[in-house]
């Protein structure tokens, strides 16, 4: 079955950076598009950035654009997140995520339901 392993969490001060990895098993990775979400307490998960099969094409929201990359490897089956700039607000579990099949609809590829496999999420704490 498809497993999603997130790491690279932890606590960092304001204007700090961290890098997220998922690493992902279980089926042909390239064939899949993958995407980044985060969760704050008493928040629901939100976007954050997704990348094409290829890493072609990435598209982040705009809170983060300007100080977030998303990039992936294929041949280490693996999504990244470098997160640069950081702020007290970007503080939330962060869980990797990829779809059912390898078809996405990105104008749709904000929602959570777009997403089927989840990893277990990764906690960020930005201290101001």
């Known amino acids: 079955q498809v497993q999603l392993v997130e790491s690279g969490g932890g606590l960092v001060q304001a204007g700090g950076s961290l890098r997220l990895s998922c690493a992902a098993s279980?089926?042909?990775?390239?064939?899949?598009?993958m995407g980044w979400f985060r969760q704050a307490p008493g928040k629901e998960r939100e976007f954050v950035a997704a990348?094409?099969?290829?890493?072609?094409?990435?598209y982040l929201t705009d809170s983060v654009k300007g100080r977030f990359t998303i990039s992936r490897d294929n041949a280490k089956n693996t999504v990244y997140l470098q997160m640069n700039s950081l702020k007290p607000e970007d503080t939330a579990v962060y869980f990797c995520?990829?779809?059912?099949?390898?078809?996405?609809?990105?104008?749709?590829?904000?929602?959570?339901?777009?997403?089927?496999?989840w990893g277990q999420g990764t906690q960020v704490t930005v201290s101001s």
């Open positions: 995520a990829s779809p059912a099949g390898p078809l996405i609809d990105w104008a749709r590829a904000s929602s959570v339901a777009q997403w089927e496999y």
């Open positions: 279980g089926r042909t990775f390239s064939r899949y598009a």
């Open positions: 990348i094409t099969r290829s890493g072609g094409n990435t």
